[in-house]
Each structure stands twice: as C-alpha cells, then as structure tokens.
C-alpha cells in the first residue's frame, strides 16, 4: 500500500557563485506490505540540486528522522526515469549503506513488485 508520494527537498547546493543556493529535490514513495517497508527514490528532471545517487546517505537519514522510519528495517531503492540527464534509461536500484557509506545493487521491476505488490513505474510523477 502507497503511504507517501510527495516531493522530499533537501540542503542547499551552494556554487561558485554564492548568491546561487539551489535546494536539491526527488520524489519519495513509501510503501507498506506486509512487514516490508519500501521507499522509492526518484530523480527529478528538473532536480537543479544534488542527485539521489550524490547524497543517498543524506536522503537516508532525513527521511528516516521526518517519516519515523527505521533504516534496518525499511528496504531503499533508488530511481531513473527513462530520459534522465545522467542515465538516460530507467533503472532502479537497492541502495544499501556499508559503514555510512552507499553502494548499490541492481533490482528488476519484477522484484520490486513483489516487494510492493504493485508495478513500481506507477504512482510516479515526473516533477
């Protein structure tokens, strides 16, 4: 079941031109299923900050402290579109955090949706 779908703003990038602070966003979705939580991750294409992969441990932990969910306990997934600006193609991938730091695994659409008993390209919205 979707609990959460909604924009998740992050931080601040600052440039080499200081007047130009640009708040890092994606789209977050939370999924309950049985004893499985799942949060997708999406890059935004209009996304002018840091993307999901440059600050996945940030993600992590904020959405955590302001969704009130457990790390151990929730599986993270991270999220292209297809056209993205840096893959180009869709894919997701199981993000887990080895001694605070991110690595990834491939996951197929197949497993994802039976981890959330839904077809994980849907409820998405690209902005």
């Known amino acids: 079941m979707l609990m959460v779908n909604e924009v998740f703003s992050w931080g601040k990038l600052a440039y080499k031109n200081a007047a130009q602070l640009r708040k890092s966003k994606c789209r977050i979705r939370i999924y309950k299923n049985g004893a499985n939580t799942v949060v997708i991750v999406t890059e935004l294409a209009d996304n002018e900050g840091r993307s999901v992969t440059n600050d996945a ?50 996951m197929s659409i197949e ?11 849907l409820n998405r919205a690209n902005n």
């Open 57 to 106: 441990e940030k993600i992590i932990e904020l959405a955590c402290q302001m969704y009130g969910i457990s790390f151990e306990e929730t599986i993270w997934i991270e999220h292209y579109t297809e056209g993205c600006k840096i893959r180009g193609e869709e894919h997701f991938d199981r993000v887990f955090l080895i001694q605070n730091r991110a690595a990834w695994q491939t």
């Open 111 to 121: 497993g994802i949706e039976k981890l959330i008993g839904v077809d994980p390209r």
